[in-house]
């Protein structure tokens, strides 16, 4: 146990909705490139006496025969056999969701980009093709993925891989082991604000019954100015502007565009909309894929039951709202039962968690019981948000799959890593940047962490982490766990060159679920806390309060390098962020000679691009 403190921040698809990408197949896999740990890590078989189990809209807790909710999913992964190919071509394009065309970046060009379409145990193959003309490099993170053994296909540029140059290719490899709902999106500096992003669903079991999966509701913050140039704005020291609006799967009809604007046409906007049919029950995947905005999440007219958080599937419970951080996922159970003798139309409302509906107007999507009705449904005065940023209760969020945290130490004051947004000069100029881990992170997309911790991937392995990276050392045994205290604000004395502000941070670990052992919207008093240790929520996203603290902790179970950073896509830029150095000693165990390979040639071509591009690294990288 270890102990830090960190002070900052034949098999069927059973959904029913339509897929939306044509460049999809599905074929055998090949275990013949493998390195040997994995091809000799076997899928364990599970213990089940329910083998007539079968998925249905009325047993959504089956799978497959001896697979089901309560299946261990971190043990037990069905071998289907079947391997998901897709094609995602990264361009420039004018796009318009809300009415208002701008350049964007854009995913075989739509946003959002194909549903990455999968179920559990299936093996992925994603080939990333950058078309970019922007002098922009590109690398694709599936966010929340576990990727074990599989670091290298993280997706993160300057951590687990070089970037893809204007021009290159990637094909990114692994396996699905956990089922839910999620998003994939650029991990290269500040490109999915602009427009890299897209929806991952992974169909697996569920803890509660429905009828019809209506698949990804994405909500997002957008802005109408390039992403690159609002970062100048943090680094200014400012809070980045308010969206210029927001969308749902892509969609806003309510836009006001400015008289003469000849960017901008009310008429090709459109809300997202969906059709109900009273008396049945609807499956959504709600993904909050913004840059800067937490948002509370209702639906008019309607209650619903929360089935599963990130990846975990919990104990279904009720409730008419959710607060949801940008990149966390809620999968939601909505009954349409709602009274429609006044009306058949009904808002899917999202806003600002830290605003009112006055100051933030939720109405976004619409809910329509009769097909047929264009109209506009009437507008609810009731807001059952609370106006302020905080996750749901932890007594609420229950996994059906246990953990229980071993060796868990009392927290005291010691070695702590404050998160602080201080000044700074770099090449010339002064920034604010965002400190964790003592240092602001800043990488080098030419060597990323993986080639300073796996000596397979170049010369780097034997030269230390330059401070900048943000290296965290862990180590441990499969069933060993590490522990993070994480504040939100700090005495000014204990970091004199910088400040603590008012700002909830979404929290997000690559390669792991955390569980939550606290988290509280007061100071942490090391002689005043309690602990959840016994089956603790779950999960990879989770907010630290404003001027509060979070403490989490995982199993050293997934050799790598992995990122933990605030989800704030400015923050994120200014550096707040660090990367742990896990079981660094076994982490060539899992690296084949095509990996190798192929690392080692995207890095040379990237190299070779970046020598003379004109385009140079002006954030973290990430």
């Known amino acids: 146990m270890q102990l830090f403190k960190v002070i900052w921040t034949f098999f069927i698809t059973v959904a029913d909705y339509p897929a939306r990408l044509g460049s999809q197949l599905s074929l055998s896999f090949s275990y013949d490139n493998l390195p040997a740990a994995l091809k000799n890590q076997h899928d364990l078989h599970p213990i089940s006496n329910d083998h007539d189990c079968i998925n249905s809209p009325r047993r959504r807790d089956c799978w497959l025969s001896d697979y089901n909710i309560h299946t261990d999913y971190e043990k037990y992964v069905p071998h289907t056999g079947k391997t998901k190919q897709y094609t995602l071509v990264i361009t420039n394009a004018p796009w318009s969701g809300d009415g208002y065309t701008e350049g964007s970046m854009l995913i075989n060009g739509s946003y959002p980009g194909p549903v990455i379409e999968a179920n559990w145990g299936d093996e992925l193959q994603i080939t990333v093709h950058n078309q970019l003309t922007n002098s922009n490099g590109t690398s694709i993170h599936w966010h929340g993925i576990r990727q074990l053994h599989t670091n290298y296909a993280d997706g993160v540029a300057g951590v687990t891989q070089c970037p893809i140059p204007p021009n290159g290719t990637m094909v990114y490899n692994w396996r699905a082991r956990q089922y839910g709902t999620s998003w994939y999106h650029s991990h290269f500096s500040l490109q999915y604000p602009d427009g890299i992003a897209g929806p991952v669903v992974i169909h697996g079991p569920t803890s509660a019954n429905y009828d019809v999966d209506l698949g990804p509701l994405l909500i997002t913050d957008w802005y109408h100015r390039d992403a690159f140039s609002l970062e100048f704005e943090e680094l200014d020291g400012r809070a980045v502007d308010s969206p210029d609006s927001k969308l749902m799967n892509g969609l806003y009809g309510h836009f006001k565009c400015l008289a003469g604007d000849p960017n901008c046409d009310p008429q090709a906007a459109s809300s997202y909309q969906v059709t109900f049919?009273?008396?049945?029950?609807?499956?959504?995947?709600?993904?909050?894929?913004?840059?800067?905005?937490?948002?509370?999440?209702?639906?008019?007219?309607?209650?619903?039951?929360?089935?599963?958080?990130?990846?975990?599937?919990?104990?279904?419970?009720?409730?008419?709202?959710?607060?949801?951080?940008?990149?966390?996922?809620?999968?939601?159970?909505?009954?349409?039962?709602?009274?429609?003798?006044?009306?058949?139309?009904?808002?899917?409302?999202?806003?600002?968690?830290?605003?009112?509906?006055?100051?933030?107007?939720?109405?976004?999507?619409?809910?329509?019981?009769?097909?047929?009705?264009?109209?506009?449904?009437?507008?609810?005065?009731?807001?059952?948000?609370?106006?302020?940023?905080?996750?749901?209760?932890?007594?609420?969020?229950?996994?059906?799959?246990?953990?229980?945290?071993?060796?868990?130490?009392?927290?005291v004051g010691g070695d702590s890593f404050y998160v602080s947004n201080y000044n700074l000069t770099r090449d010339g100029q002064n920034v604010f940047n965002w400190?964790?881990?003592?240092?602001?992170?800043?990488?080098?997309?030419?060597?990323?962490?993986?080639?300073?911790?796996?000596?397979?991937?170049?010369?780097?392995?034997?030269?230390?982490?330059?401070?900048?990276?943000?290296?965290?050392?862990?180590?441990?045994?499969?069933?060993?766990?590490?522990?993070?205290?994480?504040?939100?604000?700090?005495?000014?004395?204990?970091?004199?060159?910088?400040?603590?502000?008012?700002?909830?941070?979404?929290?997000?670990?690559?390669?792991?679920?955390?569980?939550?052992?606290?988290?509280?919207?007061?100071?942490?008093?090391?002689?005043?806390?309690?602990?959840?240790?016994?089956?603790?929520?779950?999960?990879?996203?989770?907010?630290?309060?404003?001027?509060?603290?979070?403490?989490?902790?995982?199993?050293?179970?997934?050799?790598?390098?992995?990122?933990?950073?605030?989800?704030?896509?400015?923050?994120?830029?200014?550096?707040?962020?660090?990367?742990?150095?896990?079981?660094?000693?076994?982490?060539?165990?899992?690296?084949?000679?095509?990996?190798?390979?192929?690392?080692?040639?995207?890095?040379?071509?990237?190299?070779?691009?970046?020598?003379?591009?004109?385009?140079?690294?002006a954030d973290s990288g990430i």
């Open 277 to 411: 049919v009273k008396g049945k029950t609807y499956k959504w995947g709600v993904v909050n894929t913004s840059s800067g905005t937490h948002y509370t999440f209702w639906i008019d007219g309607h209650n619903f039951t929360v089935v599963q958080v990130d990846f975990v599937p919990i104990q279904p419970y009720e409730t008419n709202v959710l607060n949801i951080a940008i990149g966390q996922r809620y999968d939601i159970i909505v009954d349409a039962n709602a009274n429609t003798t006044d009306h058949t139309d009904f808002w899917i409302n999202m806003r600002d968690c830290a605003l009112t509906s006055q100051q933030d107007s939720p109405y976004t999507g619409i809910i329509r019981y009769d097909p047929t009705s264009t109209a506009d449904p009437p507008l609810f005065e009731l807001d059952p948000g609370s106006n302020s940023c905080v996750d749901e209760p932890l007594e609420s969020l229950i996994p059906i799959v246990p953990r229980n945290p071993t060796k868990v130490p009392p927290f």
């Open 435 to 617: 400190e964790l881990a003592n240092s602001s992170l800043y990488i080098n997309w030419t060597t990323p962490g993986l080639s300073y911790a796996a000596p397979s991937l170049g010369a780097a392995a034997n030269q230390a982490f330059p401070t900048s990276y943000a290296p965290i050392f862990i180590d441990g045994a499969d069933d060993d766990w590490v522990y993070f205290v994480i504040e939100g604000i700090f005495p000014p004395q204990d970091i004199p060159h910088g400040r603590s502000l008012p700002v909830a941070h979404p929290i997000h670990l690559h390669g792991h679920d955390f569980v939550i052992l606290a988290q509280s919207s007061t100071a942490f008093n090391a002689s005043d806390y309690t602990l959840i240790t016994k089956n603790p929520p779950r999960r990879d996203v989770a907010m630290l309060p404003v001027n509060g603290y979070l403490i989490i902790g995982f199993q050293t179970d997934n050799p790598g390098v992995w990122l933990m950073h605030c989800h704030i896509a400015w923050h994120a830029s200014a550096g707040l962020a660090l990367q742990f150095v896990e079981r660094a000693a076994d982490i060539d165990e899992y690296i084949g000679a095509r990996v190798v390979e192929d690392y080692d040639e995207r890095c040379e071509a990237w190299s070779k691009y970046y020598d003379q591009s004109q385009a140079k690294q």
